[in-house]
């Protein structure tokens, strides 16, 4: 099915400077751009993100790491995007992702993983409307 799923950029892929390598890999994949913005999370939007997390030992850790510097956000549109999007990303732990993966290329431990993709479709559409309004999507 045509699937929209929400990608993240994160501090630490943003300040290797390799956004346009990842979104080479989206492109490759089939994955389209639908919308787009590079921000500065507060620490608020962080927590209101990862709420699902906020019982986690490593909640605090993750908030700290995502406000550690300006991410890019985008929400990605194609053919089963939220399952392609895990498979481009590989594992969490990027010891255990896949050779070729965005956080085997990328990543340096499961905090500084890289990048962040929904995991399923019904919480991509939640995680998109966090992000973006209506009129900065691209109509469907
Ligand atoms: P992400 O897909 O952004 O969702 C939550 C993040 O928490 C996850 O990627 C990891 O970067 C981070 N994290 C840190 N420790 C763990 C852990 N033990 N299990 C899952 N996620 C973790």
Do not use: W
């Not at 991410?71 to 939220?82: C, D, F, K, P, S």
């Not at 995680?127 to 309004?133: K, L, Q």
Request: aromatic letters at 8%; charged letters at 25%.
């Amino acid at each position: 099915a045509l699937e929209r799923t929400l990608s993240i950029i994160k501090p630490d892929a943003v300040a290797k400077n390799v956004i346009g390598e990842i979104y080479s890999r989206f492109e490759k994949a089939g994955l389209k751009v639908v919308a787009a913005k590079m921000k500065q999370l507060s620490r608020k939007e962080a927590e209101g993100f990862y709420a699902v997390h906020r019982e986690r030992p490593f909640f605090n850790a993750l908030v700290e790491f995502m406000i550690s510097g300006p991410v890019m956000i985008q929400a990605l549109e194609g053919e089963n995007a939220v399952l392609k999007n895990r498979d481009l990303m590989g594992a969490t732990d990027p010891k255990k992702a896949e050779a070729g993966t965005i956080r085997a290329d990328f990543a340096d431990s499961i905090d500084a993983n890289a990048v962040h993709g929904s995991d399923a479709a019904e919480t991509a559409a939640v995680e998109i409307a966090y992000f973006f309004s209506t009129t900065e999507l691209c109509p469907r």
